[in-house]
Nanobody, 114 residues
């Protein structure tokens, strides 16, 4: 079993920055791919950024150039640095880990005021 705990969400003005963290515990290893998803009210949960076990990354078009995903395998932690935040980035952000099974965190709220 893998447990994921997100932190770092909050309320920021347009143009501000936040760094989300996802601490993983349990049978997690650097072989897991990790990702951040987000879900706004009334909308589906969408992929924001993904980082593979080898460090390769993918981003949603809407966040390219503004968000950066990274991982610290020694700390079993994945980060999402979010810059130039926009009101449309407002959502609950979820951490996701997958190898043979998939795991979700509880989510952290990010609210960007206009």
């Amino acid at each position: 079993q893998v447990q994921l705990v997100e932190s770092g969400g909050g309320l920021v003005p347009t143009g501000g920055s936040l760094r989300l963290s996802c601490a993983a515990s349990g049978t997690i290893s650097s072989s897991y791919a990790m990702a951040w998803y987000r879900q706004a009210p009334g909308k589906q949960r969408d992929l924001v950024a993904r980082i593979g076990s080898g460090g390769n990354t993918n981003y949603a078009d809407s966040v390219k150039g503004r968000f950066t995903i990274s991982r610290d395998n020694a700390k079993n932690t994945v980060y999402l640095q979010m810059n130039s935040l926009k009101p449309e980035d407002t959502a609950v952000y979820y951490c996701y880990a997958v190898r043979f099974s998939a795991y979700w965190g509880q989510g952290t709220q990010v609210t960007v005021s206009s």
